[in-house]
């Protein structure tokens, strides 16, 4: 059996795909070939259990208000598989569960999210994820503000 056909098991399967970055563009290309809808949840700047929700739900553009809790985040996961054709898959980018201030409102996160992958399966509907480890967090320097979650004064870059 090739490593694709196990990786498009997997999709289908559903929960926590362990990948690495290198196969990123694969999954991504896999996923939307299965009409599954991907999203990437930028986690880099994220220093708090609500940074890490907010960052789900602009990645999932969820609509409706977020209340900014667990059962929120399983209630916005689960109605936005459910209004898809076939499911989501999420990568997870520098999900820092390294860094004390979210180690364990990481594990939750993801525990939350294997309880989606549970519910929908039962929907015929699916829901996996892949969660890119970011370490702790550099530690602030002295005199220096750390960058803002939504980017403060970066000035947009545009590619051709």
């Known amino acids: 059996m090739s490593q694709s056909l196990n990786l498009q098991e997997l999709l289908q399967q559903g929960g926590l795909i362990n990948a690495t970055d290198a196969q990123k563009s694969k999954i991504f290309t896999m996923a939307q070939a299965a009409e599954i809808t991907v999203g990437e949840v930028d986690c880099d700047r994220a220093r708090s259990c ?84 970011a370490g702790k967090h550099p530690d602030a320097e002295p005199g220096v503000a750390p960058t803002p979650y939504s980017g403060g004064d970066v000035e947009p870059s545009y590619e051709d």
């Open 50 to 133: 609500s940074a890490v929700l907010r960052a789900i739900v602009k990645a999932v553009d969820y609509p409706d208000f977020f209340g900014s809790d667990l059962d929120a985040l399983y209630d916005c996961l689960c109605d936005t598989v459910l209004d898809q054709k076939t499911g989501l898959y999420l990568w997870f980018d520098k999900l820092h569960t390294g860094d004390p201030a979210l180690e364990t409102h990481a594990q939750a996160i993801l525990s939350v999210c294997n309880d989606v992958a549970d519910f929908v399966s039962t929907k015929d509907k699916m829901f996996a994820y892949t969660v890119i480890h």
